[in-house]
T-cell receptor
Framework: DQQVKQNSPSLSVQEGRISILNCDYT??????FLWYKKYPAEGPTFLIS?????DKNEDGRFTVFLNKSAKHLSLHIVPSQPGDSAVYFC???????????FGQGTRLTINP | NAGVMQNPRHLVRRRGQEARLRCSPM?????VYWYRQLPEEGLKFMVY????????ESGMPKERFSAEFPKEGPSILRIQQVVRGDSAAYFC?????????????FGSGTRLTVV
């Protein structure tokens, strides 16, 4: 039972353009969502998060959008840079829960 | 403080042996979480511990796996009689506060290979 899904295993974007990574969830109890970035042989690094009371959160080049009715969130990176090449994981948690439920990840490649 | 420290970084075990994975949380963090990442998959929650207590082990396989976080020393994830399917990356995270998924800091992981 995959409660958090990232349907695109990979994405390739030109440097300077916008990267859009998508994530869908099924559990209506989820109220907090996070994006992590992961380089090979390293642990996930927190990128940005959003609470279910908001529909947008912005931090520099990174913006996360949440559509609760569609149970969908997306991460926008603009402009994309070569250092953004990594695997991006969407994660969710339910109120009061101590654990995160992760998607399968999307490998983003930024081409010069 | 160099962050969450996991060792070893790589561990090779023969089928039937025991694997012991260690995690030292960040200074001041008393909450530890273990996750497993199978090849080409996302991370999956295994267990959440506070000092000397297991709080949530709902993600732990019923047999062969155990975890502890003693009063002194690192948290240990122990896998007895390893099988090939245990080959994965095991990540530890720590946080300062309860209910603080936003405050998670992950370690670099231990890559277990069972041959």
């Amino acid at each position: 039972d995959q409660q958090v899904k990232q349907n695109s295993p990979s994405l390739s974007v030109q440097e300077g353009r916008i990267s859009i990574l998508n994530c869908d969830y099924t559990n209506s109890m989820f109220d907090y969502f996070l994006w992590y970035k992961k380089y090979p042989a390293e642990g996930p690094t927190f990128l940005i998060s959003i609470s279910s009371i908001k529909d947008k959160n912005e931090d520099g080049r990174f913006t996360v959008f949440l559509n609760k009715s569609a149970k969908h969130l997306s991460l926008h990176i603009v402009p994309s840079q070569p250092g953004d090449s990594a695997v991006y994981f969407c994660a969710a948690s339910a109120r009061g829960a101590q654990k995160l439920v992760f998607g399968q990840g999307t490998r983003l490649t930024i081409n010069p | 403080n160099a962050g969450v420290m996991q060792n070893p970084r790589h561990l090779v075990r023969r089928r039937g042996q025991e694997a012991r994975l260690r995690c030292s949380p960040m200074k001041g963090h008393s909450h530890v979480y273990w996750y497993r990442q199978l090849p080409e998959e996302g991370l999956k929650f295994m267990v959440y511990l506070q000092k000397e207590n297991i709080i949530d082990e709902s993600g732990m396989p019923k047999e062969r796996f155990s975890a502890e976080f003693p009063k002194e020393g690192p948290s240990i994830l122990r896998i007895q009689q390893v099988v090939r399917g245990d080959s994965a990356a095991y990540f530890c995270a720590s946080s300062e506060l309860q209910s603080s998924v936003s405050g998670y800091t992950f370690g670099s992981g231990t890559r277990l290979t069972v041959v």
